[in-house]
């Protein structure tokens, strides 16, 4: 008899197991779990509690509940990095008794090779910002005495003054007539010392869709690309060269 009820016991067991896992049956799982604070102890006949040990030898009272997936409980993925279009300022000290050495912010530098492998400047809007208050320190003042010239990854362009630096007025001020800037795309991008030969600005010969007599108020420098006349161009690197001609 004992050997006959092992036998109806376990296949019991495989009935109860072909029900439960059935492969073709999808649903939310269901799992058991003990339910909170300690089990209640079972009564005994005759209207007795049980005992702490009869108690502890009893089942834990369970309770069922069911798990469902549910995407919106999702949190969003926060990214770990930004885009960082402006230069980046570091804290130095210096050795010598100055604004640096009591912890002032400077300025990093950052520095790339151009299209003939020269180090020039990264683009940034500082670089081309005005130096200070005074007219003498605008940019724009600037450009008579120096040209700019900016590359993109494969180009490289000249923004020049383009009126007489020389004309004034009765008092010895410069004449706002002649504050007119030109702007061109070099044919052919060339060393320093090329650059320097042929002068600075370069011959018109040198330049292709030259724009000529340019308002300085046509002319907007953005974080990563200079507007000249409504056309965006972008650049990544700089150079300011003192006029020779």
């Known amino acids: 008899e004992g050997g006959g009820g092992g036998g109806a016991l376990a296949s019991s067991a495989k009935e109860i197991g072909k029900k439960d896992t059935g492969k073709d049956k999808a649903g939310p799982v269901v799992v058991a779990v003990p339910a909170p604070g300690p089990p209640t102890p079972p009564p005994v006949p005759g209207g007795v509690l049980a005992t702490p040990a009869a108690a502890a030898a ?3 009272v369970t309770v069922e509940c069911v798990l469902s997936p549910n995407p919106h409980r999702v949190t969003c993925v926060v990214p770990t ?42 683009y940034s809007v500082a670089a081309v910002a005005d130096e200070g208050f005074k007219k ?19 180009a490289r362009y000249e923004l020049s003054f383009d009126g007489d630096a020389y004309a004034v007025d009765g008092e010895g001020k410069a004449l706002r007539s002649e504050d007119v800037y030109r702007f061109g795309k070099v044919i052919s991008p ?56």
């Open 136 to 154: 003498s320190q605008y940019t724009a003042a600037r450009l008579r005495r120096e040209s700019l010239f900016l590359e993109s990854h494969a």
């Open 58 to 60: 009893e089942p834990d």
């Open 81 to 122: 990095f930004f885009p960082n279009t402006v230069e980046q300022v570091v804290n130095t000290r210096h050795s010598a008794a100055n604004s640096e050495r009591r912890g002032k912010l400077i300025q990093e530098v950052t520095v790339q090779y151009n299209l003939v492998h020269e180090p020039w400047l990264k």
């Open 190 to 245: 060339k060393t320093l010392g090329e650059t320097l030969t042929l002068g600075v600005p370069l011959p018109a010969t040198e330049l292709v869709d030259l724009k000529k007599k340019i308002a300085w108020a046509d002319v907007k420098f953005g974080a990563s690309a200079i507007n000249v006349l409504g056309e965006e161009i972008k650049v990544v690197r700089l150079q300011f060269m003192a006029r020779t001609l």
